[in-house]
């Protein structure tokens, strides 16, 4: 081998290998802040009320014992070997998984599906031969129009859940931290401290969520690195210092016994057992911002053994003491030295801070996601940092997830209550996961169903008896997540319900090309300067609100086009892949039809940048159109749509030289033979300089008269009611109020 290349070669590993060691120790502060804190409330909220730490020991090493095996089976094997692996493009959760399901099986209730789509870079479909049964799960689930709709409610159902851990991870992590304080307070005075600071957190937390967590972000990954180098420091001196055989009981032999001297209340306590594995999600839903070997070795290396060590040493230190807790419960703080136990409560508090702010940002993001699917009401997507892609804030969504973190924390007041009401919501969410997986193997993967059906019996089975013991709880806790998701549920299946009978109705009531074609002077029909972009939920054809537009008001500009934005299963679609660009009718009309397409995890550009990306991919499809020869000179049909893209948009520099002449400014466009081709685009730099206005439908719903009352109050009362309190497509759009214009619109559905 050249001695040259060898090194190249070498220096290139060294490189790769140092960016996933940084990257797992980023991974640190964004990924692994919830599932670091938990050793603070699991104990605590395992041994609440139904068992007791006996002399015998045998309860605290059976807890220890469910500890390390449920740590062991769900974050390591589950995610760090296999679900990880499932990722989308690189991306993870909810949505990656069912977008995987909906480009490998016709199950997207999406409407505005194109073939064309498929041939987007990010839209990779696994070459595998399909096995024959997998074929056949396929076929089944395509077959049956009803399992498409409970896919999209189990996707849902996981989308809900996660909501509400945002609401009571932050609430239970940071009162649990502060709880810190009872060790040094009178019984008198605890409630009166430990309440309200923590709602003073919560809310500090909140506020400052709209400067993004970008400007403090570097802080994350130290503040949890240290919280686990703390915890493992304590374990260890714990493990040495009161107990060193503790590592007997992981023993899955432990377990059993411990079952059988506790019977029903030890079943009942695993609902506080499983706070232990409280954001392991994370690292599935955030694999997008790191890579799988960086999140699996700094879950292998570093998190994992520090949180064996945590509990073992709690274990070893409860073990050796037993008559001192009949005025305080089983908490994290009474395993700590007395001598260290102030800064461990500093550290503790930074930790749980930035845990709750991973799952607050995560909330945000699967909301945003939920928007692409058309399953949540328009809200306010505002984009925190130019540099760092996804990190974004929702003014709506962060107050009222502020408000409901301090009732949760000033309601329940213990972590007994939101200990249970959180166990409920993590479980929720890993039982989706496991469901969708499973489908992910058989349909993707194509690996055999049984193998598939093995992974969903072994980690749902064990997950179901986690879920079971958590709804036992429903009246201690419990029924919150439960009340969230169903209200969320009810929002999402409303929205997304009104979202499609809109589409099918704008299908039904489109206005043929022949007749927009027909409008002319003959008719009363001006066309004045300027270029007029018409917002459309279709792919084709005139939309009936333009039909009311040019009806109430008989002119429109010179400019024409049809503007579709549309979401596709796919985590990013390209810069240079994004929009679709055709005409509408015969080049002399001067109408197109431009399809922008946004994956679910995109955020839309700001209207300044959107419509200057837009114009310019009109001018160089104006511009391949004269090169290629591809449009219709006659006929009322649309062409057929060209890519446009960033690619050739940063070129279009190249092609057009501005000139100065006496009225106003004209351009001269360069290197084009074509003279149609020439007036086309100096038409439209015209129509630019003339202004640009927004056309948008302002759409009033109601049911058909002849509706079931089930129809009638989810349009009349729950669509409307969210619609008048929801943002304005405007709004969303970030359309400038001095260039919009609404055309209103009756929708009888």
Known sequence: MDPELAMTSSSSKKDSWKTVLLLAYQSLGVVYGDLSISPLYVYKSTFAEDITHSETNEEIFGVLSFVFWTLTLIPLFKYVFIVLRADDNGEGGTFALYSLICRHANVSLLPNKQVVD???????????????????VKTWLEKHKNLHTALLAVVMLGTCMVIGDGVLTPAISVFSAVSGLELSMSKDHREYAVVPITCFILVCLFALQHYGTHRVGFLFAPVVLAWLLCLSALGLYNIVHWNPRVYEALSPYYMFKFLKKTKKNGWMSLGGILLCITGSEAMFADLGHFSYTAIQIAFTSLVYPALILAYMGQAAYLSKHHKIYSSYQIGFYVSVPESVRWPVLVIAILASVVGSQAIISGTFSIINQSLSLGCFPRVKVIHTSDKIHGQIYIPE????????????????????????????????????????????????????????????????????????????????????????????????????????????????????????????????????????????????????????????????????????????????????????????????????????????????????????????????????????????????????????????????????????????????????????????????????????????????????????????????????????????ADVVLRVPPASLLEVGMVYVL
């Open 118 to 136: 498929e041939e987007l870079s990010t839209y990779i479909l696994e070459c595998p031969t399909e096995t024959k049964n997998g074929s056949r």
């Open 397 to 728: 969504i962060n107050w009222m997830l502020m408000v409901l973190c301090i009732a949760v924390a000033v309601g329940f007041r213990d972590t007994k209550h939101m200990g249970n009401a959180s166990g409920l919501a993590v479980i929720s969410v890993m039982l989706v996961t496991t469901c969708l997986t499973s489908l992910v193997m058989i349909l993707c993967w194509h690996k055999p169903p049984l193998l598939a059906l093995s992974f969903l019996l072994f980690f749902g089975s064990f997950e179901a008896l986690y879920f079971s013991a958590s709804l036992i709880k429903f009246r201690e806790g419990a029924w919150l997540p439960i009340l969230l998701a169903l209200i969320l549920m009810t929002v999402m299946f409303v929205w997304h319900y009104a979202t499609i009978k809109k589409h099918e109705f704008d299908l039904h009531n489109k206005v043929s090309l022949d007749w927009l074609l027909a409008l002319g002077e003959s008719l009363g029909i001006a066309r004045v300067p300027g270029i007029g972009l018409v917002y459309t939920d279709l792919i084709s054809g005139v939309p009936a609100n333009f039909s009311r537009f040019v009806t109430n008001l008989p002119a429109f500009h010179r400019i024409l086009v049809f503007v579709c934005i549309k979401s596709v299963p796919v985590p990013f679609v390209p810069p240079a892949e994004r929009y679709l660009v055709g005409r509408v009718g015969p080049p002399s009309h001067r109408s197109y039809r431009c399809i922008v397409r946004y994956g679910y995890r995109d955020v839309h550009q700001d209207v300044d940048s959107f419509e200057s990306e837009l114009l310019a991919s009109l001018t160089e499809f104006i511009r391949l159109d004269a090169e290629l020869g591809t449009h219709r000179s006659s006929g009322s049909s649309e062409c057929l749509l060209t890519v446009v893209g960033r690619h050739t948009i940063d070129n279009i520099n190249d092609v057009i030289e501005p000139v100065g002449v006496r009225e106003g400014k004209r351009v001269r466009f360069a290197g084009l033979e074509d003279g149609r081709a020439r007036d086309e685009l100096e038409e439209l730099n015209m129509a630019r300089e003339s202004g640009t206005a927004f056309i948008l439908g302002h759409s009033h719903v109601r049911a058909k008269p002849e509706s079931s009352v089930m129809k009638k109050l989810a349009i009349d009362v729950g669509y409307n009611f969210l619609k008048r309190n929801c943002r304005g």
